[in-house]
């Protein structure tokens, strides 16, 4: 699996050309929710007092996801805003803040980020949850901040995101952490799962 990035750990990142060029500054992480993938980002300009830039850059233009930087092949990449939040779905701000419940009902808390997977695919992989009750067990009371996976499909009703009840068996602590139980989440039932799913939560 590619690494996984934060939405909100993007915003604020330079976008640079293969060549060195500076050409402007992610400003939102823009994803269409129902599809479950990023579909690119809103740019700002370089520097303090730089304003909203009129183009867009579409997740399949990114070159690169580095740690430092967001990398492009050059400034053809930049294209008309239109072409990355056109789709009436795609929205950043009506997933973060949206409360989170299971298929069965159970609300398990409310999202504080998206969780992406890095490369081409840009898909969404799950959410860093400000955790409800129904989550923190003893083991965690003090970690009310964990990561859930999302699924292979995601439901939105209203204010409100539904994952599959199976999922709050796969929730992670951080980041780092979340690689392995996304992917256990993805082969639960068969061989590589059954420990992980027997077995305690970390």
């Known amino acids: 699996m590619n690494e996984l990035v934060g939405a909100r750990e993007l915003s604020g990142r330079p976008v640079v050309t293969l060549g060195g060029d500076a050409v402007a500054q992610v400003k939102d992480t823009v994803f269409d929710g129902p599809a479950g993938h990023v579909t690119g980002f809103t740019l700002s300009g370089r520097g303090l007092l730089a304003g909203p830039l009129r183009k867009s850059l579409p997740w399949t233009a990114v070159h690169a996801l580095g740690r430092h930087a967001v990398m492009v092949r050059g400034h053809d990449a930049l ?35 998206v969780v992406v997977e890095g490369g081409t695919s840009g898909r969404v992989v799950g959410f860093r949850l400000d ?32 994952v599959p009840a199976d999922a709050v068996r ?27 799913e027997k077995g305690p939560l970390p």
């Open 131 to 162: 955790a409800h009750a129904s989550l923190v067990t003893a083991s965690r009371r003090r970690r009310r901040k964990v990561f859930v996976p999302r699924g292979e499909t995601l439901a939105v009703s209203g204010r409100a995101l539904v």
């Open 170 to 196: 796969f929730v992670a602590d951080d980041l780092a952490g979340f690689a392995a139980r996304v992917e256990a989440f993805r082969t639960r039932g068969g061989p590589a799962a059954d420990g992980l």
């Open 79 to 113: 294209v008309e805003p239109s072409a990355v939040v056109a789709r009436k779905e795609a929205a950043n701000g009506r997933v973060l803040g949206a409360r989170v419940l299971t298929d069965a009902g159970t609300e398990i808390g409310v999202v504080l980020d």
